[in-house]
């Protein structure tokens, strides 16, 4: 019955998704073509990683507003290895490029772990120590297409059954996630440090290395979508993915993450990820100004967090009274 | 009538504020049952009872917190009602509570004038009428502070003074003491004591509810003592003795039947020897065996919870051993306590016991989860057929185990927190505040549970402010008080007067 309300709410974000596509299709029915919704998701790749690695990271009561700037610092780091060593094969640099990325992920986990810091503030401030060593390394140049390998450039955009790698890295990490959060303890104790801190430490479960343990998957996550981004763009500088980390925290709320922790699903964060995607993929096509876009999503997240704030509410009348019984 | 307070006789004076009949009314608890409390200007009414036996839930009528289901309260002999804690305020009632409710970061001045503040031109506040009011305030209780100063460079004592400074400023006909001593030093009483002689002199209503027998019978003038939600009894202070008033507090008829038990003990599992902490318990020793419930009874504050949380691993203590089954022990976490057969199951369900948003099984398997694993991933099938085989013993209503745990009781929730804590298979189980804020058909499926975990070899502490629980459940009791020991008894000595008299300090000096 649970399992039903759960997916219900998934359904009506997988609804919405579709009576979208319908109203983009009946303007612009190029839209749906099969090639089209393929390259819509490709576009939308690098989102879902992304939202998938914040989604623990939420789930644990913490955010992560430093995953863009990761993403680009290791996705510079990657991109002038290559131009100093354009034979040093791609799988190497994809092992890098995740080292990075974990590296920088476990440092925001560290502070919030060991110093007791506000993840907030944390990663505010590691958002722009890492967008500050972009421009410390490359002394602000850009480096681009024709300084980068072929075979660097290739490999997201590689095909195989008529979808490239990105979009198949973005299903493969979706299908790890759903194993990793259902049915690994690891998976499970980030719901019940989110779930309830106080109730997790009496489980014998330490709430701040599991949140380590978020922030460091979800740095991994940024890494390697910093290779993919560089690769796939051909070019890195300073700027890249600048913001991004906030359609990331809205692919979240949309797909039903709560921020206050501990309620959320792999499939819900994947839905609005994709909802965002559409928006954005399709809107310009349509001929809507992107200032209409920017509303709209931010008209989705305002709805997708009422609708949530709306259920736990509910949820949590009936834990209050015994309380009022204190004599 | 402002001097007429003779010692030996009251006078037929006015209650410039009475409650007579309240009732109120929680789910599956009737906390307050037609009482009354009547609080005369110029006088101490001592509040006296038991926790649980609805003075907070009073104290909440009183200042429009709550509203009662039933009942009158006269301010002045007019009727009124209290709809919110501001209608109490305005009409001249004030609270100080055990811990101050004001703000550390305003300065004394904008604490005193709160919400009431001198307005000057424009509608803006004055800081300067209000500084020197202030002043004016602080001096009539007798308190040197600057109005300047940060509220947070205070003592408790002295934050004290400034709640009762504010309470001044808004012409308080009453003045509500919370268990206003329970954080204080002796020379910080002694002030709190001449500001409440000051309070009378000026004909303020107060009343006063305590622990400690000293104070009460240094202090009040009159008595007032809730039992289970009802009124047993009040008068002139100088007509009862503190045996009485402990009699009153105790004795009830006899409508909680505890289960039978044999009492066989085991081999000694738990010994504790010369326990600390920094700041909270000091030289802790005991022993625990199979078999035995050994019941912890003290006041609010005695040091009982931190001491448990230091056993189960959360908090470290600066001295002592602990010895599991004659095997020097070290816990540093509560995994590690887990791992050696000791579980907690804590007093506050909401903070500390369940998650709400999470099916029945998911709670009940967390702590054991490495014990249904199957090829090192979970196993749903396995955790419901744990959480089913300790749920079903505690007879838990529950649709089904992926049920979530915020659509039960408060008394499920209990049996939920509890089957967690068995499915672990531990051998200590130290269960804190069992029954507390759960009705009484719950909490007697928790007494006998208990005595059948005892009964089949577990070592059980029962952590419990509720005098007859300790007296129903327990082998033998420990009364703690200020963070240490201060009574150990057995079976046959173990009597309510016993344990509330070690709990409050009666016969030693203060």
Redesign the interface.
């Known amino acids: 019955?649970?399992?039903k309300i759960i997916t219900s709410r998934e359904m009506i974000l997988a609804t919405a998704i579709v009576i979208l596509v319908c109203c983009i299709a009946y303007v612009f029915p190029g839209f749906i073509a099969p090639a089209n919704l393929a390259d819509a998701f490709n576009d939308t790749s690098p989102l879902i990683i992304l939202a998938l690695g914040q989604m623990i990271v939420i789930l644990t009561r913490c955010i992560d507003l430093s995953v863009a700037a990761n993403l680009a610092l290791t996705g510079m780091i990657v991109a002038m290895i290559n131009t100093q060593f354009p034979t040093l094969p791609v799988p190497i640099l994809i092992v890098i490029a995740i080292l990075a990325g974990t590296v920088m992920g476990a440092i925001n986990g560290l502070l919030t772990w060991k110093l007791d810091i506000p993840p907030i503030v944390v990663t505010l401030g590691t958002m722009t120590i890492y967008r500050g060593l972009i421009f410390l390394l490359s002394e602000g140049q850009w480096i681009n297409a024709h300084e980068m390998s072929d075979s660097f450039k290739a490999f997201p955009r590689h095909e195989i059954l008529h979808l490239p790698v990105l979009s198949w890295i973005a299903i493969g990490v979706t299908l790890l996630f759903i194993?990793m959060v259902?049915?690994?303890?690891l998976?499970?104790s980030f719901?019940?440090v989110g779930?309830?801190p106080?109730?997790?430490?009496?489980?014998?479960?330490?709430v701040g290395r599991t949140q380590f343990m978020a922030f460091t998957l979800c740095g991994a996550l940024a890494g390697l979508t910093g290779y993919l981004w560089v690769a796939r763009y051909a070019v890195a500088y300073v700027d890249i993915a600048g913001g991004f980390e906030l359609d990331v925290v809205a692919a979240c709320v949309i797909g039903g993450i709560s921020i206050a922790g501990?309620?959320g699903t792999v499939i819900g964060t994947v839905l609005g990820a994709i909802f965002l995607g559409v928006i954005k993929n399709a809107l310009p096509v349509v001929g809507i100004s992107p200032f209409a876009q920017l509303a709209i999503s931010g008209a989705a997240i305002i709805i997708a967090v009422a609708f949530n704030a709306k259920s736990?509410r509910q949820?949590?009348r009936?834990?209050?009274?015994?309380?009022?019984?204190?004599? | 009538m402002n001097h007429s307070d003779n010692n030996r006789q009251i006078e037929p004076a006015q209650p410039v504020l009475s409650l007579t009949g309240i009732s109120k009314v929680f789910p599956g608890v009737k906390a307050l049952n037609q009482v009354s409390l009547e609080l005369y200007p110029g006088e101490v009414t001592a509040l006296v009872g038991e926790n649980g036996a609805g003075k907070s839930t009073m104290v909440k009528v009183l200042t429009g917190i709550y509203q009662p289901d039933e009942g009158q309260i006269s301010l002045d002999g007019n009727a009124v009602i209290f709809p919110t804690s501001n209608a109490a305020a305005t009409a001249g009632i004030t609270a100080i509570h055990q811990e101050t409710v004001l703000f550390d970061e305003l300065s004394v001045a904008e604490n005193i004038f709160l919400g009431n503040a001198p307005k000057g031109r424009f509608g803006l506040i004055s800081t300067n009428t209000m500084k020197r009011k202030a002043r004016e305030l602080l001096h009539r209780v007798n308190a040197d502070i600057d109005p300047d100063t940060p509220l947070r460079e205070l003592g408790i004592a002295n934050k004290h003074l400034v709640a009762v400074a504010r309470a001044l400023s808004v012409d308080s006909k009453v003045v509500i003491m919370d268990e206003p001593t329970a954080a204080l030093s002796l020379k910080e009483i002694e002030e709190l004591y001449t500001l409440i002689g000051q309070l009378k002199q000026q004909g303020k209503a107060i009343l006063f509810i305590s622990h400690k027998f000293d104070e009460i019978f240094r202090i009040a003038d009159r008595y007032t003592v809730y039992r289970d939600g009802q009124m047993v009894g009040g008068g002139s202070i100088h007509e009862t003795t503190q045996d009485e008033l402990v009699q009153m507090m105790v004795g009830r008829p006899v409508d909680q039947v505890f289960p039978a038990r044999k009492g066989l003990l085991g081999k000694e599992v738990l010994r504790v020897t010369g326990y600390s902490h920094p700041t909270e318990f000091a030289d802790i020793s005991f022993t625990l065996h199979q078999g035995e419930i050994l019941g912890f009874y003290g006041l609010v504050g005695a040091g009982r919870t931190e001491l448990m949380q230091s056993l189960f691993g959360i908090t470290k203590p600066s001295a002592g051993d602990i010895y599991i089954d004659g095997q020097q022990a070290d816990i540093n976490s509560p995994k590690q306590a887990i791992a050696k057969g000791i579980v907690y199951v804590p007093e506050d369900r909401g903070k500390q016991g369940t998650i709400q948003n999470t099916p029945i099984f998911q709670n009940v398997s967390l702590p054991s989860l490495a014990n249904t694993l199957k090829r090192k991933l979970l196993n749903p099938k396995a955790e419901i057929s744990l959480t089913r085989k300790y749920t079903e013993r505690l007879e838990l209503r529950a649709a089904a185990m992926d049920q979530h745990v915020n659509k039960l009781s408060g008394g499920n929730q209990q049996k939920v927190v509890i089957s967690k804590w068995l499915a672990t298979q531990p051998g200590i189980i130290i269960l804190d505040e069992p029954t507390k804020g759960i009705d009484i058909g719950s909490k007697a499926a928790v007494h006998h549970f208990t005595a059948e975990l005892a009964a089949s070899g577990m070592a059980v502490i029962l952590v419990s402010s509720e005098i007859p629980e300790i007296v129903g459940m327990s082998d033998r009791a420990i009364v703690m008080r200020d963070g240490r020991i201060c009574l150990e008894l057995n079976k046959q000595q173990m009597t309510p007067q016993a344990l509330v008299q070690a709990a409050a300090g009666i016969g030693n000096a203060a």
Request: proline letters at 5%; glycine letters at 18%.
């Open positions: 019955m649970i399992q194993v259902s049915r690994t303890p998976g499970r719901y019940a779930g309830n106080g109730a997790a430490v009496y489980a014998g479960i330490d501990g309620i736990s949820k949590g009936l834990i209050l009274k015994p309380q009022e019984l204190k004599g």
